[in-house]
Structure formats: structure tokens, C-alpha cells
């Protein structure tokens, strides 16, 4: 009996000391791990939603730059808080159709700006674009830009860096871009059978 006894006080004593283990601290060190493991899901998620947003090209309109099923990365934070520059390559759903896959163009004349297409050649506020005229092919159509085009507050311009072949806002159904329009600057691309994987630079 004594030795029963003497096992059983040796049990509560085990278990009386394991239950004093669980301090203060160690309670603090738990709930601060926690704390910093939902900061960092947040801060991913958020990550994700404004940097990583995949959409696929279709078509070959911005070739040499990019290539047709290639996927590029958007950034939707820049484009939210400055718009979009001179130069960036951006992602939009034409006329706001959500039905429409996504639409990838450069940027080529900004709000407040009139444009027109004259002889093949960009004209900005009235003035030949040379850098434009020759770095891409002259325009074989210049669509409803052939009269200028006085763009509002809220709209852009865009082309295809393949003029010759590519539907931007030279055509009718497409159009200026209203910025509620834009999904967000293309910022990296990667995937396709002939593009390479490299972070998407402004045209500038």
C-alpha cells in the first residue's frame, strides 16, 4: 500500500510540475508567434492581390516585347495611387466589358493630351513623336485617330507595339482607355514558347 501510494504522490507530483511549465511567458510567446504568422498571411495576401494578378496575352500585338501566351504580372498598386506613365505597358478590359479577356497595349498619350496619327506617324499636341516614328513600324491605319483625338481626364491612348497588327484605340471598338478601365501595369513576364522570362520595362 505505501508503495502505491508513494507512486501515485510521485504522478500528482509529475503532473503538477508538467502544468506549472505552461508560464506566462511561454502564453505570450505563443499568442506573439500567432500574431506575426496572420501579419505575414495578410501582408502575402495583399502582396499578391496588388503585384501578382496573371493574365495571358493572346495574339501577337505586342511583339517584339511580348509574345502571344505569355503571362504577365500586373501591378494594381502603382496604377491605383499615379495612373499609369508614358511608356508602361497595361492591362484593360475594353469599353469596361467584362466579358472581354484582357487587353494588353502601351501607353502612348496621357489625359489632357490630343493625339493623332498622321502619314504612318504619332503626333502628340501637334508634335511628330521621332522617337516613336523609330523605334516601331510606320501605321498602315490610323483609324479614328486619322482626326484628332483630345483625350479627357481619365483617358489614355494605347498601341501595340506590332502596329501593323494589333487592335488598340485606333479602332472603334476599343477606343480611349478610361482608367477604371485598368486592371494594372504590366510588370513582369514569363511562360510562351518564344518569350523569355524578365521584368517588363517602360517604353520611355
Aim: net charge negative; no cysteine.
Amino acid at each position: 500500500m505505501a508503495f502505491r501510494r508513494r507512486r501515485k504522490n510521485e504522478f500528482h507530483l509529475e503532473y503538477h510540475n508538467k502544468k506549472k511549465k505552461i508560464t506566462p511567458q511561454i502564453i505570450r510567446e505563443v499568442l506573439s508567434w500567432v500574431f506575426y504568422t496572420v501579419v505575414a498571411i495578410v501582408i502575402a495576401a495583399m502582396l499578391v492581390m496588388g503585384f501578382g494578378k496573371s493574365v495571358e496575352l493572346v495574339g501577337d500585338s505586342m511583339e517584339p516585347s511580348l509574345y502571344a501566351d505569355q503571362y504577365v504580372l500586373v501591378n494594381k498598386v502603382s496604377t491605383y495611387l499615379t495612373g499609369p506613365s508614358r511608356g508602361d505597358i497595361i492591362a484593360f478590359l475594353p469599353n469596361g466589358n467584362t466579358n472581354s479577356h484582357y487587353y494588353v497595349k502601351r501607353v502612348v498619350a496621357l489625359p489632357g493630351e490630343t493625339v493623332q496619327i498622321i502619314d504612318g506617324a504619332l503626333y502628340i499636341n501637334g508634335t511628330m513623336q521621332v522617337t516613336d516614328s523609330e523605334v516601331y513600324d510606320k501605321m498602315e491605319e490610323a483609324g479614328i485617330a486619322a482626326s484628332p483625338i483630345k483625350l479627357g481626364a481619365d483617358e489614355y491612348f494605347v498601341l501595340g507595339d506590332n502596329r501593323n497588327s494589333s487592335e488598340d484605340s485606333r479602332s472603334a471598338n476599343i477606343g480611349v482607355v478610361k482608367e477604371s478601365w485598368i486592371l494594372g501595369t504590366v510588370w513582369y513576364a514569363y511562360g510562351g514558347e518564344q518569350g523569355s522570362s524578365g521584368i517588363v520595362g517602360s517604353g520611355d
